[in-house]
């Protein structure tokens, strides 16, 4: 009888330097639990000339399979319909698409940005690995997403990250999900989504909406909780620049399917019909109120900024309405209308404009 | 038998700010109004109805005064603004001392006139904001009274396209206007 022991390949070799980025790697993937990863991310170590052949293969294979686990767990195992041109397709990512076009394409920035993060104690090492953002690919941008997602809640990190000149204030995917991390930067900073509405990178926004959904209604459930006013009239700034672009750029691509996670996560916020604005605004302290009457407004004006945002998505639920069969965009209407629909589009956006309008007190309107 | 002594003197220092606070305060809103006339004409019976309220031409605006407060309608877009202005003299002063041994120095007094001085521009600051607070709170008092202004205006607005329009599709039999019940009912024949 043979022992199975026998048969399997030994272990591959590789340094401590290999070791410690290899279990980095896998932190990053939700593969290994951040106990055993953090301390080496608070640790400096000298960085080798080059990595071993065995090391790339381990990396290698940790990507491939780690990076397409984590788009399926965010979503892509979902069967939903999105558009593909004129046409309406419908199932999981990979029955959507044809599955050679959804091959994950790593460049070396980043096996650079591995080696920097393992070599260096990225808290306290300025400046942040650069890297050039259109030499990234979409495979690359993932990436940095998921280190971001991991190391977001780690203290000192996760505010080395947001800085203004790291590769994760530049990148969409961190904005879109993580807007309110990234309010100490300013609305101005806010990175365009044109590139994301383009294949490869559009099939993460397909893939992303239940994530993008659950990080959005975390972002709304939360907001009763800010005391501070200018913390919320710059995290309601920076919301409502991000949603803004991202309907823009989901508008000119003729992509509204991209905004269900709009849709999604109002849906289930306006959910009762009680709901007040205090929902949002009602941990704001009077002790540090603003004096003036006008930033006051402003700032809970602000507050709402996925409410205001679905007036847009009203616009275009009537317009919609409006394309005939023959008309050009016939399926990408039918199937913003059943988004709306299913969504209970019109039901949420009365009750969004009853609470908006209550900012506004001046409001008249002939009835 | 000898003793030692301490002799303290106390160091009192005295200060005055002034700052003339300039505030104002504004809040802004759109009228809205139905789609009965096209909006030139909308515009022209809004102008026709702010004038007989008294309000005048400046600047390409209509704008009215009442007091501190400045109303200003801006007819094409129908753009509301209701601006306050306010200005106030604060005057804080203070006086500190401190017990302390001799020999007196310089840098002592230096230091508690830079711990007086700290202290008024907190008193100061807080002061300009108790400004800002009130002039903000005549704002809102008043809010309510334009609402129920503006309110009347654009009913009026929309009364009158309302005739305009019957008037346009057939001739006017009869109007009858409740303004207890805020109804308007127009008869006309086609």
């Given at each position: 009888?043979?022992?199975?022991?026998?048969?399997?390949?030994?272990?591959?070799?590789?340094?401590?330097?290999?070791?410690?980025?290899?279990?980095?790697?896998?932190?990053?993937?939700?593969?290994?639990?951040?106990?055993?990863?953090?301390?080496?991310?608070?640790?400096?170590?000298?960085?080798?000339?080059?990595?071993?052949?065995?090391?790339?293969?381990?990396?290698?294979?940790?990507?491939?399979?780690?990076?397409?686990?984590?788009?399926?767990?965010?979503?892509?195992?979902?069967?939903?319909?999105?558009?593909?041109?004129?046409?309406?397709?419908?199932?999981?990512?990979?029955?959507?698409?044809?599955?050679?076009?959804?091959?994950?394409?790593?460049?070396?920035?980043?096996?650079?940005?591995?080696?920097?993060?393992?070599?260096?104690?990225?808290?306290?090492?300025?400046?942040?690995?650069?890297?050039?953002?259109?030499?990234?690919?979409?495979?690359?941008?993932?990436?940095?997403?998921?280190?971001?997602?991991?190391?977001?809640?780690?203290?000192?990190?996760?505010?080395?990250?947001?800085?203004?000149?790291?590769?994760?204030?530049?990148?969409?995917?961190?904005?879109?999900?993580?807007p309110?991390?990234?309010?100490?930067?300013?609305p101005?900073?806010?990175?365009?989504?044109?590139?994301?509405?383009?294949?490869?990178?559009?099939?993460?926004?397909?893939?992303?909406?239940?994530?993008?959904?659950?990080?959005w209604?975390?972002i709304e459930?939360?907001k009763?909780?800010?005391?501070?006013?200018?913390?919320m009239l710059?995290q309601g700034q920076v919301e409502d620049r991000v949603l803004s672009r991202y309907i823009e750029?989901?508008?000119?691509?003729?992509?509204?399917?991209?905004v269900?996670?709009v849709l999604?996560a109002a849906?289930?916020v306006l959910?009762?019909?009680?709901i007040?604005p205090?929902f949002w605004t009602?941990?704001?302290?009077?002790?540090?109120?603003?004096?003036?009457?006008?930033?006051?407004l402003e700032t809970q004006r602000s507050a709402l900024s996925m409410l205001r945002n679905l007036n847009r998505l009203h616009d275009w639920e009537?317009?919609?309405?409006?394309?005939?069969?023959?008309?050009?965009?016939?399926?990408?209407?039918?199937?913003?209308?059943?988004?709306?629909?299913?969504?209970?589009g019109?039901?949420i956006h009365r009750r969004a404009q009853r609470i908006v309008a209550q900012f506004d007190?001046?409001r008249?309107?002939?009835? | 038998?000898?003793?030692?002594?301490?002799?303290?003197?106390?160091?009192?220092?005295?200060?005055?700010?002034?700052?003339?606070?300039?505030?104002?305060?504004?809040?802004t809103t759109a009228?809205e109004?139905?789609?009965?006339?096209?909006?030139?004409?909308?515009?022209?019976?809004?102008?026709?109805?702010?004038?007989?309220?008294?309000?005048?031409?400046?600047?390409?605006?209509?704008?009215?005064?009442?007091?501190?407060?400045?109303?200003?309608?801006?007819?094409?877009?129908?753009?509301?603004?209701?601006?306050?202005?306010?200005?106030?003299?604060?005057?804080?002063?203070?006086?500190?001392?401190?017990?302390?041994?001799?020999?007196?120095?310089?840098?002592?007094?230096?230091?508690?006139?830079?711990?007086?001085?700290?202290?008024?521009?907190?008193?100061?600051?807080?002061?300009?904001?108790?400004?800002?607070?009130?002039?903000?709170?005549?704002?809102?008092?008043?809010?309510?009274?334009?609402?129920?202004?503006?309110?009347?205006?654009?009913?009026?607005?929309?009364?009158?396209?309302?005739?305009?329009?019957?008037?346009?599709?057939?001739?006017?039999?009869?109007?009858?206007?409740?303004?207890?019940?805020?109804?308007?009912?127009?008869?006309?024949?086609?």
């Amino acid at each position: 009888m043979l022992n199975p022991e026998s048969e399997s390949p030994a272990p591959k070799q590789v340094s401590r330097f290999e070791a410690n980025l290899i279990r980095i790697l896998r932190f990053f993937l939700q593969q290994v639990p951040s106990e055993t990863a953090l301390p080496l991310l608070v640790q400096k170590y000298p960085e080798p000339p080059c990595l071993s052949a065995n090391a790339i293969a381990l990396i290698k294979d940790s990507l491939a399979k780690g990076c397409v686990l984590e788009l399926v767990h965010a979503g892509a195992w979902r069967q939903t319909r999105h558009l593909r041109g004129e046409k309406v397709v419908t199932g999981r990512l990979w029955q959507r698409t044809p599955v050679p076009e959804l091959a994950l394409h790593f460049s070396s920035h980043s096996m650079r940005f591995l080696i920097w993060m393992t070599a260096n104690q990225a808290a306290e090492t300025k400046p942040f690995w650069q890297a050039p953002s259109n030499e990234l690919t979409v495979g690359d941008e993932w990436l940095l997403f998921l280190a971001y997602t991991a190391l977001r809640q780690v203290q000192d990190l996760g505010a080395a990250m947001r800085g203004p000149d790291t590769p994760f204030s530049r990148n969409a995917l961190c904005w879109l999900a993580y807007p309110d991390d990234f309010s100490g930067n300013g609305p101005e900073a806010v990175p365009g989504f044109d590139r994301w509405m383009k294949a490869p990178h559009v099939l993460w926004l397909e893939s992303l909406q239940p994530l993008l959904m659950q990080c959005w209604l975390t972002i709304e459930r939360s907001k009763g909780q800010i005391g501070v006013w200018q913390q919320m009239l710059h995290q309601g700034q920076v919301e409502d620049r991000v949603l803004s672009r991202y309907i823009e750029a989901a508008e000119r691509a003729g992509r509204p399917d991209l905004v269900r996670f709009v849709l999604m996560a109002a849906s289930q916020v306006l959910a009762s019909e009680e709901i007040e604005p205090t929902f949002w605004t009602g941990g704001l302290q009077g002790s540090s109120a603003p004096p003036r009457l006008a930033d006051r407004l402003e700032t809970q004006r602000s507050a709402l900024s996925m409410l205001r945002n679905l007036n847009r998505l009203h616009d275009w639920e009537r317009r919609a309405q409006l394309i005939g069969f023959m008309d050009e965009g016939y399926q990408a209407a039918k199937l913003w209308l059943a988004d709306w629909e299913a969504s209970n589009g019109t039901l949420i956006h009365r009750r969004a404009q009853r609470i908006v309008a209550q900012f506004d007190p001046l409001r008249v309107t002939a009835t | 038998m000898s003793r030692a002594y301490r002799v303290r003197q106390t160091i009192r220092v005295q200060d005055c700010l002034t700052r003339d606070v300039e505030t104002g305060d504004e809040i802004t809103t759109a009228l809205e109004f139905l789609d009965i006339l096209p909006p030139a004409e909308t515009q022209a019976l809004l102008e026709q109805e702010l004038r007989a309220q008294g309000y005048e031409e400046v600047e390409g605006q209509l704008e009215r005064r009442e007091g501190d407060i400045r109303i200003r309608v801006d007819p094409r877009t129908a753009q509301v603004t209701i601006t306050i202005q306010g200005n106030e003299t604060v005057v804080v002063e203070g006086v500190k001392e401190e017990r302390t041994v001799l020999p007196v120095t310089e840098s002592q007094r230096r230091a508690l006139r830079e711990t007086l001085r700290q202290e008024l521009q907190e008193q100061l600051q807080e002061q300009t904001h108790a400004v800002e607070r009130k002039v903000s709170a005549e704002l809102e008092a008043k809010l309510g009274d334009l609402t129920a202004e503006l309110d009347a205006v654009v009913t009026r607005v929309t009364a009158e396209a309302l005739k305009q329009k019957a008037a346009q599709i057939g001739t006017i039999r009869e109007i009858v206007e409740d303004t207890e019940m805020g109804t308007l009912t127009i008869k006309l024949d086609v």
